[in-house]
C-alpha cells in the first residue's frame, strides 16, 4: 500500500459529459502529479501540483483541468467526455516534487460509452 | 512525440536466469532515468534509478545501466524470480523532477 488513494475505482460515463476524479497523497506529501495511462501506452504526464500551486503542465487537454485544495487532495476533472478518454488515471505524490520517487495511487479505470 | 520508447511490449525468462529490459530515449537534456515495476490492479512502484552522470547503479538483484551516446538504458534482473513477473515501465526526468516522461512498458514473465 503506497498511502495514496484515489476515488473511484471505476467509472463508467457516457460522452458529452463531466467527471471527478479524487487523489489523496500520501501523509506529508506536497506534490501531487496526474497521469493518463490509455490502452497499451505508456503513463502520459499531465499535471503537477505542489502546495496548492500548479507547477508543471503536460499534455493536457483544455476539456482537462485540475486542483489541490488546502488539505492537499487533488482532483482531476475531465469534461465533453470523448471516447479517447477511457483510460487508467494515476495520481502519485512526493514529498516535495523535486525529489525522483512517487508513490502512485491504484488508479481510477474510466470507461466513456 | 514518445521521448521515451520500450520497444519490447512482452519478456519471457526461466526462473533463476537473467532478464534484461531495454529502454531508448530521444532527449539528451534528460538528468535522470528510473524504473518502475507494477502488478495488475496496482500503481506503478518505483524500483530503481539513475543519474546521467553514472553508467550503472545496483541494487540487490536489479542493475540498471546507462549509455548516453547511445541514449540507451537497460535494466538486469539477476537471478529472476517468479515474483518479479510484472509490467516495467521506463522513465526520464529532468533535475528538477516536475515532468517524468515514461515508456509503454515491458511485460516480464518469469516462468518457474
Known amino acids: 500500500d503506497s498511502g495514496v488513494t484515489q476515488t473511484p475505482k471505476h467509472l463508467i460515463t457516457a460522452t458529452g459529459q463531466r467527471v471527478t476524479l479524487r487523489c489523496s497523497p500520501r501523509s506529508g506529501d506536497l506534490s501531487v502529479y496526474w497521469y493518463q495511462q490509455s490502452l497499451d501506452q505508456g503513463l502520459q504526464f499531465l499535471i503537477q501540483?505542489?502546495?496548492?500551486?500548479?507547477?508543471a503542465k503536460g499534455n493536457i487537454l483544455e476539456r482537462f483541468s485540475a486542483q489541490q485544495f488546502p488539505d492537499l487532495h487533488s482532483e482531476l476533472n475531465l469534461s465533453s467526455l470523448e471516447l479517447g478518454d477511457s483510460a487508467l488515471y494515476f495520481c502519485a505524490s512526493s514529498t516535495i516534487g523535486g525529489e525522483e520517487t512517487q508513490y502512485f495511487g491504484p488508479g481510477t479505470r474510466l470507461l466513456v460509452l | 512525440d514518445q521521448q521515451v520508447k520500450q520497444n519490447s511490449p512482452s519478456l519471457s525468462v526461466q526462473e533463476g536466469r537473467i532478464s534484461i529490459l531495454n529502454c531508448d530515449y530521444t532527449?539528451?537534456?534528460?538528468?535522470?532515468f528510473l524504473w518502475y515495476k507494477k502488478y495488475p490492479a496496482e500503481g506503478p512502484t518505483f524500483l530503481i534509478s539513475i543519474s546521467s552522470i553514472k553508467d550503472k547503479n545496483e541494487d540487490g538483484r536489479f542493475t540498471v545501466f546507462l549509455n548516453k551516446s547511445a541514449k540507451h538504458l537497460s535494466l538486469h534482473i539477476v537471478p529472476s524470480q517468479p515474483g518479479d513477473s510484472a509490467v516495467y515501465f521506463c522513465a526520464a526526468s529532468g533535475n528538477n523532477f516536475n515532468k517524468f516522461y515514461f515508456g509503454s512498458g515491458t511485460k516480464l514473465n518469469v516462468k518457474p
Open positions: 532527449n539528451s537534456m534528460f538528468d535522470y
Open positions: 501540483y505542489y502546495n496548492g500551486e500548479e507547477r
